[in-house]
């Protein structure tokens, strides 16, 4: 008798994605997998892997554009393959960049004649754009201060204590040093008084933030320089300032445009913005602008021979996608000024109705101010209650929202709040739906034994400051500027 | 009588190209006022678009420009998130780590079973070569300061063949650049020179795995031996960094016994470009520390990721998802085998267009067998044409192959590059030396361009000269010509000084 076996049959022909032996075979965490896998399973099990992923639209906490029309998603995607720092190979991607740089430069009032091009450049990000703005700074500072014979070792920057966890970087990985104006309860933002009063010889640069993103806030810019003005005249330095616009340069020249933050102030050198806030692309582009040619020390400049003619650079990161440089020139010209501005006045209405809803609870006070980036920032009005907003942020996400809980900064790190973002794609209905959610929340929590037991401990004190404690062993506060919020 | 006016109908029933839209200039400098309705923007940029370079013919760039329709798929779903924020998507952090330990492991780092690599995602390498420079500038500063020596003059050694970034980074973070120069016929750094070069002021010594310019591997193990000898006499420190960003996702599938990584014991760090034979788009690379101790701590931020530590070092903040996932999606996809079997075919698509070449007569191959797989040629005589104009011809046939001249000091040498990529098949290349041998053809066919040009300055300085249909120059006799040599030594150096211009700022990359 002849025993013949039959093969096993082939499986990509047959079985559907989930009966295949793909999805029992746990992937290798740590490991190169020595066999390939067909393309579908490996497309399955990422994919839904991703699942467990926040839903981006509904991660409240963050100002990075979620949503773009599905014309210039077909856009980003056909440029995907497209290395943007192919400046020969890619022309029209480069001219896309430079008009950006140029619309972006001149709506932030750059001086510059018609038809020349304005000094600025794409970058990957805000981050990206403050550390080349910074660069600047130091460098020009060490050439003035050599040019006197002058030490210029100990170069330092004036900021509030409120800035994104970048200007930190910055100070670390370039050896500046941080001098930080710390807040107040009631008084959010950097104090421009304060920040004048720190400057000294060292001093690179002050840097302001029109957009706080502990609350929103524009920073008195306008004051800063009138008082920086006065300085310099008394002291013979020539201390500038850096404006931070990563969340409010696309606001502020739509909804306030008399609001001058800009460089109609003479002492404002240089302009960072993020084309992936309220520029509305995508994660991945930012800008970053100066004022003019002199402001941005050549020797800092790499000239690369494009075209045969030369293409200046100055970046930190080299190669990189091209897509969303792409989906910002889309969207300047898609949405044009007054596109630009309903949106921002659509997001701006959104934030106060969101506001008002929550303000009629009685609940909670509001610590986000009506000029700013459309943000709603609030804390329970009760602070003896037995819960906190932690535990609101916690609860909130059953309901699929992500709302971040924090400290403010310091000095007023006892302050805890919640933030929500409103984004182009944030609409009044589910402002409605936010606001009755965390109604139930509230209900919800109230219902609760409070979490925390009375022990012993050493932090107890004697009047049941067990919440407190509580609230202590579970987050830490934020004093560290590495963990704030961003 | 009532007169009534048709109101201009809504611009949106009109078809794109019927309506206004394209044909009001859009304004270059200034924001315009008005919206538009988003067919016309998507169609006025796509079509401008169209006068770009074809990104697969860019045979130019080691940039990956074709990934399968799936990973596409995964790509533009995450396209809306913030690759950032850790809290909210717990997975697409989860995958960056698996990438780290994955690919640590493939270099072979001294890691136990369950233990967690050091390393992080980047926007590409040179993020990831700053990311590393740092961490050895700051080490290196907090010895000497242990030590009570001096430590404002950081400095690194590398050949001078590294990519502009390694100069970027000498420039922003203020260490200076020591280069080890190249000569003819050694066109990569000697590792003998390199450890001479090296002083108490060295953070570390850079070598590259896949220099740019002609695909070559540098020799790491003789510079760790070297290095080893030169620590133990002076008691320095001096560790190697090792630039692998084509390089590092070929070695270990193609040259697998080669001992160039983790293996060695002074390399401390690798950083190696995803987006280049990591087979995934533009925006993503990886830096891999050998151990903890090799990243100080105060370089790092701890950011509060679900009640959980995510020590973070990076430059940049936000950016997009969807390269890492990419990322992930091909060491799945393709495991150990899919590598190897994509990297032998590129070796081979390389071999046969170098034989190719070969075969014509008229070249010399720069490269080497064993690199990254691309093909470096030269003419093996320049003095009528040059490979700049091979390179202008190959345009016309939609080939993008850049020429540039090599790297101090052997800047004599003029070459073309053509990088073979995942997607350039053998019947690509097989065109391509087609097409090259017209393009040869048509060249040898065109008075020289030094005859061309001074026909050009005669015609210019001899107006009368325009009437003459054929001027048939015999340079044997013109040589003896006075004036001939005066134009002749102006061209000559015209052409020098831009060569020369063009040498410093055409950086091949």
Request: charged share 25%.
């Amino acid at each position: 008798m002849v025993l013949s076996t039959t093969a096993e049959s082939d499986e990509s022909i047959d079985s559907c994605m989930f009966a295949s032996r793909y999805m029992q075979t746990p992937l290798p965490r740590f490991r190169l997998p020595e066999t390939s896998i067909p393309k579908d399973a490996a497309y399955q099990i990422i994919h839904d892997e991703l699942m467990l992923d926040g839903n981006p639209r509904l991660n409240l906490a963050t100002f990075v554009t979620t949503w773009m029309e599905p014309e210039c998603d077909k856009l980003m995607m056909s440029a995907i393959n497209k290395n943007y720092v192919d400046m020969d190979e890619y022309p029209v991607t480069t001219e896309l960049q430079n008009r950006c740089v140029n619309i972006i430069a001149r709506l932030f009032h750059a001086e510059v004649e018609d038809g020349k091009q304005a000094v600025g450049c794409a970058t990957v990000g805000s981050s990206e754009a403050i550390m080349l703005a910074g660069l600047a700074f130091k460098r020009k500072w060490q050439n003035k201060r050599k040019a006197e014979g002058k030490p210029y070792d100990k170069p330092n920057i004036v900021t509030g204590s409120n800035v994104q966890v970048c200007w930190e970087k910055f100070a670390r990985y370039f050896e500046v040093e941080l001098k930080e104006v710390k807040l107040r309860e009631g008084y959010y933002v950097m104090d421009p008084k304060k920040a004048a009063e720190m400057v000294d010889e060292n001093t690179i640069c002050v840097c302001a933030i029109l957009g706080s993103t502990y609350n929103g806030e524009f920073e008195d810019v306008k004051m800063l320089n009138d008082l920086l003005v006065q300085k310099n005249k008394e002291t013979g330095w020539d201390t500038s300032i850096h404006v931070d616009a990563a969340s409010g340069g696309f606001i502020a020249p739509f909804i306030y445009p008399d609001l001058e933050w800009d460089f109609r102030l003479p002492l404002v050198r240089s302009i960072n913005v993020s084309g992936h806030k309220y520029g509305l692309v995508y994660a991945g582009v930012g800008w970053v602008v100066w004022r003019s040619k002199q402001d941005l020390p050549e020797e800092l400049i790499f000239h690369i021979n494009y075209l045969g003619a030369d293409q200046p650079t100055f970046t930190l990161n080299f190669s990189k996608g091209a897509s969303q440089i792409i989906g910002q020139y889309y969207q300047l010209i898609r949405l044009g000024f007054e596109g630009y501005k309903l949106i921002m006045e659509n997001c701006s209405a959104n934030a106060k109705y969101l506001t008002e809803i929550l303000e009629k609870t009685g609940r909670f006070s509001i610590l986000s101010k009506e000029v700013g980036v459309p943000v709603v920032a609030f804390s329970l009005k009760d602070k003896n209650l037995e819960h906190d907003e932690y535990e609101i942020s916690d609860h909130l996400r059953k309901f699929g929202w992500i709302v971040p809980a924090y400290t403010m900064a310091p000095d007023a790190q006892h302050i805890t709040l919640l933030r929500v973002v409103v984004r182009e794609d944030f609409s009044r209905a589910l402002a409605e739906r936010l606001a009755q959610n965390i109604e139930m929340v509230l209900q919800e929590l109230e219902a609760l034994h409070p979490k925390i037991l009375i022990t012993e401990d050493d932090n107890v004190e004697a009047n049941g400051n067990y919440k407190e404690a509580g609230r202590q062993a579970r987050h830490p506060d934020s004093v560290d500027k590495t963990k704030g919020i961003c | 009588m009532v007169l009534s006016r048709a109101t201009d109908s809504d611009g949106s029933i009109h078809s794109t190209f019927a309506s206004r839209y394209v044909q009001e200039s859009l304004p270059r400098f200034q924001m315009p006022e008005r919206s538009i309705p988003k067919d016309a923007a998507y169609q006025i940029i796509s079509d401008e678009l169209m006068l770009d370079g074809n990104p697969r013919l860019n045979l130019a760039s080691f940039v990956t420009t074709w990934m399968e329709p799936e990973c596409d798929k995964l790509i533009m779903q995450a396209i809306n998130k913030n690759y950032v924020d850790m809290d909210e998507y717990p997975v697409t952090t989860e995958l960056q780590n698996r990438c780290v330990n994955i690919i640590a492991n493939l270099f072979n780092a001294p890691l136990s079973n369950e233990e967690e690599a050091v390393g992080v995602g980047t926007v590409g390498s040179s993020e990831a070569i700053m990311l590393a420079g740092l961490a050895f500038k700051r080490k290196w500063q907090n010895k000497r300061k242990a030590e009570g020596k001096p430590y404002d003059k950081p400095n690194i050694v590398t050949g001078a063949n590294v990519q502009v970034c390694w100069e970027k980074f000498a420039r922003y973070f203020e260490v200076e650049l020591k280069e080890v120069k190249l000569r003819k016929d050694y066109y990569i750094m000697d590792p003998v020179k390199a450890v001479e070069m090296v002083d108490e002021n060295t953070i570390c010594v850079a070598a590259i795995l896949g220099s740019t310019y002609n695909g070559e591997f540098e020799d790491v193990k003789l510079l760790n031996d070297l290095l080893l000898q030169k620590n133990k006499e002076t008691g320095w420190d001096t560790p190697i960094h090792v630039d692998a960003a084509s390089g590092g996702f070929i070695a270990p599938f193609l040259y697998p016994d080669l001992e160039w990584d983790f293996r060695l014991p002074l390399v401390k760090s690798i950083n190696v470009s995803g987006h280049k034979y990591g087979l995934v788009y533009a925006g993503i690379g990886w830096v891999i520390w050998r151990a903890k101790q090799d990243l100080p701590e105060e370089l790092i931020f701890h950011i509060n990721y679900l009640g959980a530590d995510q020590p973070t070092f990076t430059l940049n903040f936000s950016k997009g998802a969807s390269q890492i996932i990419a990322q992930y999606y091909q060491l799945i996809r393709l495991g150990f085998e899919g590598y190897r079997n994509i990297m032998s075919n590129c070796a081979a698509n390389a071999k046969a267009l170098a034989d190719g070449l070969v075969r014509t007569g008229r070249f010399d191959i720069l490269s080497k067998e064993v690199g990254v797989p691309l093909v470096a040629f030269s003419l093996k005589d320049n003095s009528k044409h040059d490979e700049y104009e091979i390179a202008d011809h190959l345009r016309r046939y939609g080939w993008i192959v850049p020429a540039y001249t090599m790297a101090p000091d052997a800047q004599q040498v003029t070459l073309l590059r053509v990088v073979v990529r995942e997607d350039f098949n053998r019947s690509l290349a097989e065109r391509l030396v087609r097409d090259i041998e017209k393009v040869l053809h048509e060249l040898d066919a065109l008075p020289s361009k030094l005859v061309t040009e001074v026909t050009a300055s005669l015609v210019e300085s001899h107006p009368e000269l325009k009437e003459v249909k054929d001027i048939d120059i015999d340079s044997t006799k013109l040589n003896s010509c006075h004036v001939f040599n005066e134009v002749l030594n102006s061209q000559k150096a015209v052409k020098a000084w831009k060569k020369f211009v063009a040498q410093k700022a055409n950086r091949v990359c």
